[in-house]
């Protein structure tokens, strides 16, 4: 049923996107798939996805992204019915609802973006299980992504991983070491401060507040535009259902999903560039913080937080 439903929804949304004259081209990312990185052979076995348009052509990797997007609602679906002590409500519904069925994940998908992907391979590690698989497939695709995994992680590989993680990135380091990234900002919509004025400080003020912005939707308030509308709508909806449900939310998973969410902001000086970066996160791991149960009360095997 959710798998139909999700189907259906997305070619509504794609039909609805293409009548206001939203194409295939509408974003950046999109076009240089379509139109040059999948054209030249050269960008084809430098750049990870569009081998995937170059085999499959636009339309067909459209179809798989819904086809990956809608199976992600079965997972999520499923996971959250095994959620125990409690039982399902009415506001819990409508809050579950509003969460994996927000409108910009289901806009990822029908557009020729990496995004779903890399979200059905973190889906696939969280609530399948299949950590091995899914991380060699988040890396092949996006490699900064390892960082998504650190919920699955204990607080002292996490720190073995801060130690470690510089030598791998040093130019990344010594960037950010030297005031970090420039100002992420395409959008004259966003007008959510990176604090870039402030320097080194400023990098490290915004990996403190930007979470806490993801997470309440007050971005809207400082930026009041209808486009970051349905995005703070969800993250409202999550807050909710972490606040109303707390007794079977793990608090430990949601830490380690704050700190990712740092991290990102640390490194994304731009806030819908950063959001981005962070959708496997709101959308798919803070959703691991409730502790599923099997149906007779016994812990599910695949928790660890």
């Known amino acids: ?58 339309w067909v990797s459209i179809c798989l992204n819904i086809l990956l997007y809608s199976q992600t609602n079965t997972w999520l679906v499923k996971w959250l019915r095994s959620v125990r002590p409690f039982r399902w409500n009415s506001l819990f519904g409508i809050l579950v609802g ?18 779903t992907i890399v979200i059905w391979f973190v889906a696939m590690c969280f609530f399948r299980n ?10 092949w695709f996006r490699l900064i992504a390892f960082i998504y995994y650190i919920p699955k992680m204990t607080w002292g590989t996490i720190v073995v991983l801060l130690i470690v993680t510089p ?8 960037t950010l070491s030297n005031g970090g990234n420039e100002a992420m900002v395409f959008h004259d919509y966003d007008m959510v401060a990176a604090m870039k004025s402030y320097g080194l400080f400023g990098d490290f003020l915004r990996a403190l507040i930007w979470p806490i912005m993801f997470l309440s939707g007050s971005y809207i308030l400082v930026s009041p535009t209808w486009w970051f509308f ?11 259902m972490i606040l109303f449900y707390s007794r079977s939310y793990s608090m430990n998973v ?52």
């Open 98 to 115: 509003i969460y994996i069925f927000a409108p910009y994940r289901a806009h990822l998908a029908i557009h020729v973006l990496k995004d």
């Open 230 to 240: 349905p995005l703070a709508v969800h993250s409202f909806a999550l807050t909710l």
């Open 254 to 305: 949601f830490f380690k999903a704050y700190f990712v969410l740092s991290i990102l902001s640390l490194l994304a000086p731009g806030f819908t560039t950063c959001y981005r970066y962070a959708v496997p996160v709101l959308y798919i791991i803070f959703l691991y913080g409730f502790k599923a149960h099997s149906y007779n009360g016994v812990k599910s095997k695949h928790v660890y937080a």
């Open 130 to 139: 299949k950590i091995a698989v899914s991380f060699f497939g988040v890396v």
């Open 1 to 58: 049923m959710v798998m139909c439903f999700s189907i259906f929804y997305a070619a509504f949304l794609k039909i609805i996107e293409l009548y206001v004259g939203i194409d295939n081209s509408f974003h950046v990312d999109a076009n240089n798939y379509i139109h040059v990185y999948s054209k030249e052979p050269t960008y084809v076995f430098n750049f990870t996805y569009p081998v995937v348009v170059y085999y499959l052509g636009e």
């Open 167 to 174: 030598f791998f990135f040093f130019d990344h380091f010594i």
